[in-house]
């Protein structure tokens, strides 16, 4: 099997791991990559478009392959203004799973967040929650829509926030069992090797929270 892979959101921290994945994998030829800017990552499988991501309707044509990987998103501390933050983690994924459903592209996997709820009076949350509500009524065959907890590891911008969260996240982690399992940090590894193994093993649960996505990354 030689499948084509799309990703949104390769620049970006988990984005980035699940494109090494991918490259290493043997089952996939072609990686598109849609961003706005390079990942500077030299390899013949990738193909890059360079485009805005806002505007991704323009580059129907481009959008074919045999699954999307939907890997993006922003901050509240990193885009101020609510119009433009719900054009990115509302707009480009529903943009993307539309462009999927037109091209017959039958997997759609994407990162949403712990407490989506499109009934929500944080902004945040219900952002999220109006992605997931809208992705899925496209009723793409394989839809897949993660919810992790506060994601680990290094991002090259500083977060200091987010940092403070993390160290006192790896303190707590241990005392986070049974049903609160879910709300442990988790590293962007798992999910992307979470991603790619339901894209090539569905499940058959669409949401996926925190502590699954461990589980199944452990599958390997």
């Known amino acids: ?83 433009k933050y719900k054009k990115i983690d509302y707009g480009i994924p529903v943009t993307a799973a539309k462009l999927s459903k037109q091209n017959g592209i039958e997997t759609f996997v994407v990162m949403s967040s712990m407490g989506a709820n499109p009934d929500s009076s944080v902004f945040y949350n219900r952002t999220k929650g109006e992605m997931e509500r ?21 991002r090259d911008e500083k977060r200091i926030g987010e940092k403070i969260g993390k160290i006192i996240m790896s303190i707590l982690n241990p005392l986070f069992v049974g049903a609160l399992k879910k709300y442990r940090m988790i590293h962007p590894e798992k999910i992307a090797s979470c991603m790619k193994i339901l894209a090539n093993k569905p499940e058959k649960e669409v949401i996926i929270s925190s502590d699954k996505i461990l589980l199944i990354a452990n599958t390997k």
């Open 1 to 83: 099997m030689s499948k084509t892979a799309i990703i949104l959101g390769a620049t970006g921290l988990t984005g980035g791991i699940l494109l090494e994945k991918l490259l290493a994998d043997k089952r996939y030829s072609t990686i598109k990559l849609f961003s706005r800017s390079s990942v500077e990552v030299a390899s013949e499988k990738i193909q890059e478009f360079i485009v805005d991501l806002l505007q991704l309707e323009n580059h129907s044509k481009d959008f074919t392959g045999d699954e999307v990987y939907c890997c993006i998103g922003t901050t509240a501390s990193k885009t101020k203004d609510k119009e």
């Open 134 to 154: 809208d992705v899925l009524q496209l009723k793409i065959k394989n839809t897949f829509i993660l919810r992790p907890s506060l994601i680990g590891g290094n």
